[in-house]
């Protein structure tokens, strides 16, 4: 039988999470799927939960020494077998009845690449219950990449995240081998899921989006998101992330004395423009909104501030005082906007008990599209 799918979960040391994330793909009715878990390495009985679970339907592998990140996930999508290609975490989900969504519309369409809008969870954390996050849904419909990629280096990075990752996105292998074929990786940057947002477009101009969840988000006290975006969660995940970093040098565009935990993600797009030449030649990115975007983000939980930052910055990029101000404005006013819009529509987010486990949650999300 051949393989329409391969559906990757990269995990290291959180098998209390893992479990759930399992359950929900265990509990889809497909066939034409493979399920790998690829274990960094796992001490916390990671091999013996599969086992118990999977009941043969689960590929485990483990490359035997601890790997960072990037490399990782080279050795995941290396081992898959399937015409398309999805990874997701070991704290996330997949929704009631999404694989099978997303097999009906290959079915159909045959695209190059997939997306869809992705509720987030939130896990329990201390003392503070689990949340949840609702994304808007909508119709099927078609995505201009080229499009896409520009408004987001325009807006310096702001708008990224409508770009399909390969993380919670289906890529068909043939758009993985060019993007291999023409760098010598699958992945090239210590933010693997970033830099598929910029490579993907210049093999594929278009994706799919499906308008529902296939899959859920998941944010937990172990993950890296949760570390920078969540409050009651400290800074090891990421100080963790950061010192499989070691060594790595971050693109010469980009200050040397700012912290990796800030420059890290802004090297992505410097990196991928210098992977891709020709793609990338004609498309300016937005010094002054970059920085503007990073601040917005990092900010909250790690105090990191433009201005004081000043000279650095402005040896080695395009910025001017005028420009950033211009940008920090408008972020500050689509976060001010967002707030507002999340406030006055919270029926369906209120109306939702919220369950302790994302496995939970994800029989949930049938009735909540």
């Not at 999470?17 to 399920?35: G, H, M, P, R």
């Not at 399909?164 to 210590?190: C, M, N, Q, W």
């Not at 499989?244 to 992505?268: A, R």
């Given at each position: 039988m051949s393989v329409k799918l391969s559906l990757i979960v990269p995990t290291r040391e959180r098998v209390e999470t893992l479990a759930y994330t399992l359950k929900s793909i265990l509990s889809q009715a497909v066939d034409d799927v493979?399920?790998?878990?690829?274990?960094?390495?796992?001490?916390?009985?990671?091999?013996?939960?599969?086992?118990?679970?999977?009941g043969g339907r689960i590929r485990y592998i483990n490359p035997g020494v601890r790997l960072a990140m990037t490399e990782h996930w080279e050795f995941a999508v290396g081992h898959a077998l399937g015409e398309y290609v999805c990874i997701i975490g070991d704290d996330d989900a997949v929704s009631k009845g999404g694989v099978r969504c997303l097999l009906d519309e290959i079915s159909k369409s045959a695209a190059p690449v997939y997306s869809w809008p992705t509720h987030v969870y939130i896990w329990p954390i201390g003392d503070q219950p689990p949340r949840i996050e609702l994304s808007p849904l909508g119709a099927v419909k078609e995505?201009?990449?080229?499009?896409?990629?520009?408004?987001?280096?325009?807006?310096?990075?702001?708008?990224?995240?409508?770009?399909?990752?390969?993380?919670h996105s289906a890529v068909r292998?043939?758009?993985?081998?060019?993007?291999?074929?023409?760098?010598?990786?699958?992945?090239?940057?210590?933010?693997?899921?970033?830099?598929?947002?910029y490579a993907i477009?210049?093999?594929?101009?278009v994706s799919?989006?499906?308008?529902?969840?296939?899959?859920?988000?998941?944010?937990?006290?172990?993950?890296?998101?949760?570390?920078?975006?969540?409050?009651?969660v400290g800074s090891g995940p990421l100080n963790a992330f950061m010192k499989e970093c070691d060594g790595y040098q971050v693109h010469e565009g980009l200050p040397k004395d700012i912290s990796q935990k800030i420059t890290l993600l802004l090297d992505v797009v410097f990196v991928a423009k210098d992977s891709f030449p020709d793609f990338y030649r004609d498309i300016k990115l937005n010094h002054n909104g970059m920085w503007a975007f990073i601040e917005s983000v990092m900010y909250g939980k790690y105090g990191f501030r433009v201005l004081a930052n000043w000279k650095s910055i402005r040896?080695?990029?395009?910025?001017s005082?005028?420009?950033?101000?211009?940008?920090?404005?408008?972020?500050?006013?689509?976060?001010?906007?967002?707030?507002?819009?999340?406030?006055?529509q919270p029926q369906i987010q209120n109306s939702t008990v919220v369950p302790n486990d994302i496995f939970a949650f994800s029989q949930q999300c049938e009735e909540l599209h």
């Amino acid at each position: 039988m051949s393989v329409k799918l391969s559906l990757i979960v990269p995990t290291r040391e959180r098998v209390e999470t893992l479990a759930y994330t399992l359950k929900s793909i265990l509990s889809q009715a497909v066939d034409d799927v493979e399920i790998i878990v690829s274990d960094n390495v796992s001490e916390d009985g990671t091999k013996e939960l599969v086992e118990s679970l999977g009941g043969g339907r689960i590929r485990y592998i483990n490359p035997g020494v601890r790997l960072a990140m990037t490399e990782h996930w080279e050795f995941a999508v290396g081992h898959a077998l399937g015409e398309y290609v999805c990874i997701i975490g070991d704290d996330d989900a997949v929704s009631k009845g999404g694989v099978r969504c997303l097999l009906d519309e290959i079915s159909k369409s045959a695209a190059p690449v997939y997306s869809w809008p992705t509720h987030v969870y939130i896990w329990p954390i201390g003392d503070q219950p689990p949340r949840i996050e609702l994304s808007p849904l909508g119709a099927v419909k078609e995505l201009d990449l080229h499009r896409l990629v520009k408004f987001a280096l325009k807006w310096g990075l702001c708008n990224y995240l409508p770009l399909p990752h390969l993380y919670h996105s289906a890529v068909r292998r043939d758009v993985l081998e060019a993007i291999k074929s023409a760098t010598g990786s699958y992945f090239k940057t210590t933010a693997p899921d970033v830099y598929m947002s910029y490579a993907i477009p210049v093999f594929s101009p278009v994706s799919i989006d499906l308008g529902v969840p296939v899959t859920i988000s998941g944010h937990s006290s172990k993950s890296n998101a949760g570390s920078v975006l969540l409050k009651g969660v400290g800074s090891g995940p990421l100080n963790a992330f950061m010192k499989e970093c070691d060594g790595y040098q971050v693109h010469e565009g980009l200050p040397k004395d700012i912290s990796q935990k800030i420059t890290l993600l802004l090297d992505v797009v410097f990196v991928a423009k210098d992977s891709f030449p020709d793609f990338y030649r004609d498309i300016k990115l937005n010094h002054n909104g970059m920085w503007a975007f990073i601040e917005s983000v990092m900010y909250g939980k790690y105090g990191f501030r433009v201005l004081a930052n000043w000279k650095s910055i402005r040896r080695v990029c395009d910025v001017s005082l005028f420009g950033y101000f211009y940008y920090a404005s408008a972020f500050a006013f689509n976060k001010f906007r967002s707030k507002w819009r999340s406030k006055s529509q919270p029926q369906i987010q209120n109306s939702t008990v919220v369950p302790n486990d994302i496995f939970a949650f994800s029989q949930q999300c049938e009735e909540l599209h």
